[in-house]
């Protein structure tokens, strides 16, 4: 059967397409699932694995629980829910779960089926409008991580730099740039100014709107790396502090 067929939607899948375009979809829904299952996992693992050195696992910091007396819980649970609503409601991250996991549809010329995309306005999706909020919080969440990138070069005996500073730094440097490219903030220091000339502080805000616009070209591959690298720095801390791994120390 050829499709489309005038006046009926494409079954649910089907598609005259030869390449392979299933595969970007299926690597995307097979990291997310994996991530969030281990992100789930690791959030309830004993604390004391968190930590190795001066290196804390960016999924525990920073530690809140000290702020809130009687609290028993992992700390992570603190923390975990800032960074999943910013991906979640990410404009990048929508498309690329929209696809992925919802296949809706799942690829460009994919049919999707009889199911119809009625916006972002109910429950459950009325809440990608919450993004900018989400913003604001991850921001607080950029300034700890900077601040235990110092920290982690802090060791016991004194001043170093082990392996583990590369894994935070690379954490660190690939979140503020995920951050900093968000469509968002692009919109939030720009995007409601017709006449840059006429704005206060029209010229700063110009050149921060550009710069924002230049990071924001490669905002998908932010989020990925971002993704994997705040991931492999739980790992990394976590094997160490388990006695696994072995951090190299430069210095
Ligand atoms: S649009 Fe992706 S983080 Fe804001």
Same mark, same amino acid.
């Given at each position: 059967?050829?499709?489309?067929? $005038?006046? &009926?939607?494409? %079954?649910?899948?089907a ?5 392979a375009?299933?595969v970007v979809p299926?690597? #995307? +829904? ?6 969030? +299952? *281990?992100?789930?996992w690791?959030?309830?693992? %004993?604390?004391?694995?968190?930590k190795?050195? $001066?290196?804390?696992? %960016?999924f525990?910091s920073?530690?809140l ?6 609290? &028993?819980?992992? $700390?992570?649970l ?6 999943a609503g910013?991906?979640? &409601?990410? *404009?990048?991250?929508r498309? +690329? *779960?929209?696809?992925s996991?919802a296949?809706? %549809? ?15 306005r ?5 809440l990608?409008?919450?993004?900018? *909020?989400?913003l ?15 920290d ?5 005996d004194?001043?170093? #730099?082990?392996?583990?500073?590369i894994?935070?730094?690379a ?12 469509h968002?903030l692009?919109h939030?220091?720009?995007g ?7 704005? +206060?502080?029209?010229?700063t805000?110009?050149k921060i709107w550009?710069g924002?616009?230049?990071?924001n070209n ?7 790396c971002?993704l ?12 160490c502090? #388990?006695?696994?791994w ?6």
């Amino acid at each position: 059967m050829a499709y489309p067929v $005038p006046g &009926t939607r494409e %079954p649910f899948l089907a598609t005259r397409r030869q390449d392979a375009w299933w595969v970007v979809p299926l690597a #995307m +829904a097979t990291t997310f699932i994996v991530f969030i +299952a *281990y992100a789930s996992w690791a959030a309830f693992q %004993p604390v004391e694995y968190s930590k190795f050195g $001066p290196y804390i696992s %960016p999924f525990f910091s920073p530690d809140l629980t000290r702020f809130i007396p009687g609290f &028993t819980w992992s $700390p992570a649970l603190l923390i975990l829910w800032v960074p999943a609503g910013f991906r979640l &409601t990410c *404009y990048y991250g929508r498309k +690329a *779960y929209y696809r992925s996991v919802a296949l809706s %549809p799942s690829a460009c010329a994919v049919g999707k089926g009889d199911r119809d995309y009625k916006g972002e306005r109910a429950l459950p999706w009325v809440l990608n409008n919450l993004h900018r *909020y989400f913003l604001y919080l991850v921001t607080v969440l950029v300034i700890f991580h900077w601040i235990h990138f110092f920290d982690a070069f802090r060791f016991n005996d004194g001043w170093g #730099m082990g392996l583990g500073n590369i894994v935070v730094a690379a954490d660190t440097i690939f979140l503020t740039l995920y951050v900093f490219s968000c469509h968002s903030l692009r919109h939030l220091v720009g995007g409601k100014i017709d006449c840059y000339s006429c704005a +206060a502080a029209g010229v700063t805000r110009h050149k921060i709107w550009t710069g924002v616009s230049s990071l924001n070209n490669l905002h998908n591959v932010y989020f990925w790396c971002s993704l994997f690298t705040v991931g492999f720095a739980d790992v990394y801390v976590r094997l160490c502090a #388990m006695g696994v791994w072995s951090d190299v120390r430069f210095f």
